[in-house]
């Protein structure tokens, strides 16, 4: 078994060798002094003894300033990861066999598995050696979800470092990822309702603003996507796969500037271009997400038509016409889902994919603005039934709504000449005034 402090030692080593300018980008601490000074010696002529200087004391490192706040915000005691040999978790996924698998992509394969010390279900996801996922993620990953702790994140409960074996264990969420209930549907598998949807956006909303905001320096996630946002038995989102976050610009900087990564239809155009990196790149992201779950269309679907293969391109202009929101909501819903909320949710989703970064909200705002629309009917107004309109239903429903609208604008409107008249009678008696509005 390799502990967790050697592998990172390695890692150094390595990185110093391969990586050239890029330490640079590493979360990793730099050498103990004790190396540097053995390496310096090998290649600088030692000076006479006369004209050795006083070695002068080296203060120990700083700690890193996120961990401190991490603690101060969430009361965790910042418990390290437990390491596990691979033998352990071979036995807890039992051989890694075929029915103990419950997810695969380009990482790797993710089993279900049961911890012999301790009778914990978890999941265990085993880095492809070729994959897509490298050591330096998986470092990333492992030094982040030790540091960041949020009931919207998901937990970490240790990592496996033996030899060339890269494995990671998480706590296990029974329902898998946004994806599996929205995109990849089973022929019998019922569809998530219009509240399961917002309470999943609100989830994973307030964990990038937890990133964002508590984090400090802030952390961006850099791969926002359905299949990143895991689901627990009561559909709270968790964000998972923290192996492309970066932390975020602090003092003045505006950005920082990172390799173009993450996942296509999901990235933000500004970052796409080039290559600087904000906390608005994870609103967009997030914005596509929500109207992933609007639609229930994915981000870049190569099925439909080529009008509607990239998801924001066709929806950009239905944005323009609120009256065409409609349009948007996914069939399967059959029209069960609060006209208002669709319009607020829709609202929302297009103020995240503006173009324009800085018009983009931040995350609090949409945090705010969705905090609503994840409660059941129970809870807010019932759901109204809401089959796609013929042109001639839209009509009359245009002409309702505008009737509507009038009618509580005149009511807005008596309220404040009512209350101006108070004001002004009020200040006319105190001033001894007999004139009046």
Not at 396 to 424: C, F, H, P, Y
Request: hydrophobic share 35%; charged share 25%; net charge neutral.
């Amino acid at each position: 078994m390799s502990c967790f402090s050697c592998f990172s030692s390695h890692e150094k080593k390595s990185a110093k060798r391969t990586d050239g300018g890029r330490r640079g980008e590493s979360l990793l601490t730099a050498p103990p002094q004790k190396e540097v000074a053995t390496a310096t010696a090998a290649t600088v002529p030692q000076p006479r003894l006369a004209e050795v200087p006083k070695p002068k004391a080296t203060p120990p490192p700083p700690e890193p300033r996120i961990q401190k706040d991490v603690n101060k915000d969430t009361g965790n005691k910042n418990i390290a990861a437990q390491t596990f040999t691979f033998r352990e978790l071979a036995a807890a996924t039992k051989n890694f066999r075929q029915e103990c698998l419950i997810g695969e992509g380009g990482f790797g394969r993710v089993y279900k598995g049961k911890l012999e010390k301790t009778g914990q279900v978890a999941a265990v996801k085993q880095l492809d050696r070729n994959g897509l996922q490298g050591n330096r993620e998986f470092l990333v990953e492992v030094l982040m979800l030790s540091l960041l702790h949020h009931e919207n994140l998901v937990n970490l409960i240790g990592y496996c470092a033996d030899g060339d074996q890269r494995l990671l264990v998480y706590e296990y969420m029974p329902l898998g990822s946004l994806e599996d209930h929205l995109l990849d549907l089973a022929p019998e598998q019922k569809e998530i309702d219009w509240f399961k949807r917002m309470k999943v956006a609100l989830g994973a909303a307030k964990g990038l603003e937890y990133l964002h905001d508590k984090a400090n320096p802030p952390v961006i996630y850099r791969d926002l996507k359905s299949s990143n946002i895991l689901l627990d038995a009561e559909y709270n989102a968790k964000l998972s796969d923290f192996g492309l976050a970066k932390l975020g610009p602090t003092g003045d900087k505006p950005h920082v500037s990172s390799r173009v990564m993450g996942t296509y239809g999901y990235c933000a155009p500004e970052y796409q271009r080039t290559g600087q990196l904000t906390v608005k790149s994870d609103v967009y992201s997030f914005g596509v997400v929500l109207l992933e779950l609007i639609t229930g269309r994915r981000a870049i679907d190569t099925t439909r038509p080529t009008i509607e293969q990239n998801l924001v391109s066709w929806a950009e202009p239905i944005f323009k016409d609120p009256h065409r929101y409609p349009e948007l909501a996914d069939p399967l819903l059959g029209g069960d889902f609060p006209a208002r909320g669709l319009n607020q949710a829709v609202a929302v989703a297009a103020m995240c994919l503006h173009e324009e970064p800085s018009v983009r909200p931040l995350i609090s705002d949409v945090v705010t603005a969705l905090s609503f629309l994840g409660t059941g009917p129970e809870n807010g107004a019932a759901p109204v039934s809401l089959p796609s309109p013929t042109y001639d239903d839209q009509q009359t429903a245009n002409e309702k709504g505008k009737l509507v609208n009038d009618q509580e604008s005149a009511i807005e409107r008596q309220r404040a000449v009512a209350e101006a008249m108070e004001w002004g009678q009020n200040a006319a008696s105190r001033c001894g005034s007999n004139s009046s509005l």
